[in-house]
């Protein structure tokens, strides 16, 4: 977090996290009770006393305060990474990637939950240079499609609009063309069913460390889930993911303390606000995928940051590539 200092002091921004201080806050009133616990436990053994004990006054900054800190810090970090020619090659592909509807984008979710970037057979070999592998399972979704059809109508005059009359006085019928819309099924491909030219990324580290009471802090997001979190193999290069047809979170296994719970609390994020029943259920208008994944990570950052726990190096590249412009406007508040 080097270099940050000067801008927080500094700058005065306008921005607010779009992360639910619920949901932190959740996360934090759970844990801080844990970690006040085990200090008198400490401070029993010692036999000293807590800073409350000995009348010395704590200052804490509110919710608030914290929020806009964090909020700030995650903005400098991603404008570092849009003034990057490594962002602008990536723009350049991910433009060639079709903006799904809510329906199409809740079918690729129930097949596929952990896809990131789909398009078509065709598509993947003339845009992207990578075929499809042999034996992959394609994601059904819906596509327009446009078709003529012919029927009669009473042919009117141009000036009077009124019908044309044949010699018996009965109106004259003439045959026309009319584009209809129709939906057809089409088959797309995750890019992790691909093999092929590379795409062009911003660098996401994985996040390597243990945290110390890991178990505890993990049973804290276990608790405030809306839904149960379970750890398995994952094929494609997806941390984890959240099944909009199961109601379940799963997070891979093996991984780091601290690439585990930045993870989890992603996914919960995504449970929470972005499950499309629940959308539903509170009358709120769908957000798009990039809305979406740039919520749940600034959760995660948020969240891990409040316990000292540094995602940097995974949340600002993240966040960046699935921004849709420089201001980053999902990061504004609402």
Known sequence: MSGFSDFLKSRSSDYSLT????????VAER??????EREKEQSAILGEALPEQAGAAIAYPSAKERLQELTDMLEAGIRDIFASDKYREMLAVMSKFHDYSFNNTML???QKPDATLVAGFNQWKKDFG?????????????APSAYKSKKEEIKRDHDTDLPILDENGKPVKEEV??????FRSVTVFDVSQTDGKPLPEITVNELTGDIKDFDKLMGVLRE????PISFAPIDSEAKGFYDPNTKSITVKEGMSDVQTVK????EITNAKLHDYDAVKARGDKPKDLNTKEVEA?????????HFGIDTSDYSFGYVASWSKAKDTPELKSY
């Open 19 to 26: 992360a639910h201080p619920v949901l932190v806050n959740a």
């Open 31 to 36: 844990f801080m009770a844990f970690q006040r």
């Open 108 to 110: 690729i979710a129930m």
């Open 130 to 142: 990578r075929s499809v592998k042999k034996g992959e399972k394609g994601i059904k979704i819906l």
């Open 177 to 182: 063309e009319e584009m209809r819309m129709a």
């Open 224 to 227: 405030i889930s809306p839904v």
């Open 263 to 266: 993870t989890a609390v992603h």
């Open 297 to 305: 990570e600034s959760v995660a950052f948020a969240v891990c940051q």
